[in-house]
């Protein structure tokens, strides 16, 4: 099975700065036929259901405001919020979908300073 | 508009089974993985297994081997997930997740439905 390690567990962040959130793959998730990376970023607010932010490791979902970018290859990934808005405080999980069983990291929990 | 709805919250003993629901819309049933995504209160995800509808293939993950199954009503467009020999550490939101069939194509969970929250309780 493919692990995936997320790291910090949370963090705080005044409004405006910015938060970054790193995912470490125990083994590359690279699909050869397309050269993307199968690494998907979700948000999970109180309450709801994961949405899905970003996908292929850098291609934001449609809808999804532009502070949110992806970035990585290889083992390693990250999700840049790159001006924490008060509706931006939930859990981030990251994921791999390169083969299964599907991993998830252990979640990020984004807090407002 | 894509819709997954799942059904209601269940209260089941030790020992026994539960089966929910998941009824999609909005978009070609056939086309999709339904993936089950589970989540103890407080803690993080966790992938128990995903069905094709088209061609029956099914892959779970091997905590849940032996214990869960995964079937769809094509005709209905719903997919079902049924735990067997519950326990109490099984308490979690069950969640259906749609997901690209076609490989090169796939993005993960772009859809998800509401939650189903199953308590295990003697």
């Known amino acids: 099975d493919i692990v995936m390690t997320q790291s910090p567990d949370s963090l705080a962040v005044s409004l405006g700065e910015r938060a970054t959130i790193n995912c470490k793959s125990s083994?590359?998730?690279?699909?050869?036929?397309?050269?993307?990376?199968?690494l998907a970023w979700y948000q999970q607010k109180s309450g709801q259901p994961p949405k899905l932010l970003i996908y292929w490791a850098s291609t934001r979902e449609s809808g999804v405001p532009d502070r949110f970018s992806g970035s990585g290859s290889g083992t390693e990934y990250t999700l840049t919020i790159s001006s924490v808005q008060a509706e931006d405080v939930a859990v981030y999980y990251c994921?791999?979908?390169?083969?299964?069983?599907?991993?998830f990291g252990g979640g990020t929990k984004v807090e407002i300073k | 508009q894509v819709q997954l709805v799942q059904s209601g919250a269940e209260v089941k003993k030790p020992g026994a089974s539960v089966k929910v629901s998941c009824k999609t819309s909005g978009f070609i049933f056939t086309d999709f993985y339904v993936n089950w995504v589970r989540q103890v209160p407080g803690l993080g995800l966790e992938w128990m297994g995903r069905?094709?509808?088209?061609?029956?293939?099914?892959h779970y993950a091997q905590k849940f081997q032996g214990r869960v199954t995964l079937t769809t009503d094509t005709s209905a467009a719903t997919a079902y997930m049924e735990l067997t020999g519950l326990r109490s550490d099984d308490t979690a939101m069950y969640f259906c997740?749609?997901?690209?069939?076609?490989?090169?194509?796939?993005?993960?969970?772009?859809?998800w439905g509401q939650g189903t929250l199953v308590t295990v309780s003697s």
């Open positions: 083994q590359g998730i690279l699909f050869s036929p397309n050269k993307k990376n199968y």
């Open positions: 994921q791999q979908y390169y083969s299964t069983p599907l991993t």
């Open positions: 997740a749609r997901g690209e069939l076609i490989i090169r194509r796939q993005v993960g969970h772009d859809f």
């Open positions: 069905i094709s509808p088209s061609s029956g293939v099914i």
